[in-house]
């Protein structure tokens, strides 16, 4: 059967894979260049070697060691089936935590669950249908300054774009001057999680020391927003509602508590949706058959009208084309967590302490559950295509109780943004190489830059 997975026969007690990582710190350094390197060519190779699921063991005391994963199988088991064995204790957090504090993404347990409670209503139904309408806005706003025969950074226009989205419509507020200070935050967070951890005290660490520069940058933007608000303000958006937010027993969140969401929403919810589609157009641009029914798709529906939500059901095949950008590259390549008790993945015994990587980039681009998995083919993702493949074989949203909770916010902002852009310009690649940069999230390394020509 095809989708089955190679089950441990031997009587080892861990899966097969490289000599423990050293303790020491020449060691780490010689051990991590492979890897800094590129990431993504270097544990592939791994996996050729040792198949779906590999251990990398440690010298350094009480260090439990890494299994690496790549099958949907074992994604399932530990995102769905035995999620409750893992937490988000891995060090990649802890890095991420120095900037968001206790918010969403990083936070286990009960006071996880209070806050997905508190934030979930935020993307309901009806909240999305207004915010598509914010996100029309925005995006027919950014076409409009393009002009014909102009060079652009893409990748960075995209950027400010989805920042705009995320801000307005979340949080009712105008970030077209506070760009600045997020680009160098999230740069300082992908230079510390991208290096080879030394350990040095922070006021030695240039790195510490960037990321503490922009989370007081940061700050002074997130604070600002937030004491624009008062409990009782007549606003209906997200900000509002943790301002307003009462639990159970009569608490409210602390301004630092709204403060750590805020950061958590501001990065989680641009930085992706913004690579994904810079993916898209360079992906467009190399596949101009593609284009060309994309742009026939748009011409149909739009009919010379202007963009609305109500557009959105019928624009299929560019739903169909960010959804195939983002498994040839996923802006959330890998994902982590930590055993939080032992258990048990693939058959193999997982101790408590173990680090766990599972490797979205391979399953997108492993061969028995793509065919031509390197050829950029939509129509896979047309209705009924892709039946037996394994669930979790696509995975860019992550899966389980942890899943994205901004996945139909980014899929309809990705595709009205496709929508609004393609519709004027189509974009020309420059000639540039593009290849990608893999560091928090997957971008097309030094920007992406395209002519801009009228359609
Ligand atoms: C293409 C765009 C996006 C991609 C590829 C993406 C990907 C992901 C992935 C893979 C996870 C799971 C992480 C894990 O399991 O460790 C996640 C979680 C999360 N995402 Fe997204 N995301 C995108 C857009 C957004 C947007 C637009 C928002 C908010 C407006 C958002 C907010 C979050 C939050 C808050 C979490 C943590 C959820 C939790 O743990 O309960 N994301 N995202």
């Known amino acids: 059967m095809l989708w089955r997975v190679t089950h441990p026969t031997t009587a080892r007690s861990h899966p097969p894979g490289p000599p423990p990582r050293r303790a020491s710190t020449l060691g780490r350094i010689r051990d991590g260049l492979p890897f800094l390197i590129d990431p ?13 699921i590999y251990f990398v063991g440690s010298e350094r005391d009480r260090h439990p060691g890494l299994f690496v994963l790549r099958h949907p199988d074992h994604f399932e088991e530990v995102l769905v089936t035995k999620a409750r064995s893992f937490d988000k204790g891995h060090t990649a957090f802890a890095t991420l935590g120095q900037l968001l504090g206790d918010g969403l993404l990083n936070t286990d347990g009960e006071v996880w669950r209070r806050q997905r409670r508190l934030l979930q209503p935020a993307f309901a139904k009806k909240r999305l249908d207004e915010y598509a309408v914010a996100m029309v806005a925005e995006v027919e706003a950014e076409a409009a300054t393009w002009r014909a025969g102009e060079d652009r950074d893409v990748a960075a226009a995209m950027m400010e774009l989805t920042l705009r989205i995320v801000c307005r419509t979340l949080f009712g507020y105008d970030a077209s001057g506070d760009t600045e200070p997020v680009r160098r935050a999230m740069s300082a967070l992908q230079g510390s999680l991208a290096g080879i951890p030394i350990p040095l005290p922070a006021f030695l660490s240039p790195q510490a020391r960037r990321m503490k520069r922009a989370r007081a940058d940061l700050d002074a933007v997130i604070y600002g927003i937030i004491d624009g608000r008062r409990p009782g303000d007549p606003h209906v958006d997200l900000l509002q509602r943790m301002v307003d937010a009462v639990d159970e ?33 360079h992906l467009l641009s190399e596949h101009p058959e593609v284009e060309a029914r994309m742009h026939a798709e748009l011409d149909a529906v739009l009919d010379g009208g202007a963009l609305t939500p109500e557009h959105l059901p019928r ?13 040839l590259f996923p802006p959330i390549y890998a994902l982590s ?54 669930r979790l074989a696509y995975m860019p949203f992550g899966a389980g109780a942890r899943a994205c909770i901004g996945k139909v916010f980014a899929q309809m902002e990705g595709v009205l943004a496709l929508a609004a852009i393609a519709s004027r310009w189509r974009l020309v690649s420059s000639g540039q190489h593009v290849e990608p940069n893999t560091r928090l999230t997957l971008s097309p390394r030094g920007g992406l830059r395209m002519r801009v020509e009228r359609r």
């Not at 008790?341 to 490797?359: F, N």
């Not at 681009?365 to 295509?385: Q, T, V």
């Open 337 to 390: 967590r930590r055993a939080s008790e032992d258990v048990e993945i693939g058959g193999w015994p997982v101790p408590r302490g173990s680090e766990v990587t599972l490797w979205v980039w391979h399953a997108h681009r492993d061969p028995r559950f793509w065919d031509e998995p390197w050829a950029f083919r939509p129509e896979r993702f047309a209705k009924g295509a892709g039946e037996g493949r394994p």
């Open 249 to 281: 027993d009569g608490s409210t969140l602390t301004r630092e508590e709204v403060r750590d969401q805020l950061v958590t929403l501001f990065l989680a919810g641009h930085e992706t949706t913004s690579n994904a589609l810079a993916w898209t157009f």
């Open 315 to 327: 624009l299929e095949l560019t739903d169909q084309i960010f959804t195939e950008s983002m498994r």
């Open 40 to 52: 993504i060519g270097f544990v592939g190779g791994r996996f050729q070697r040792y198949g779906d």
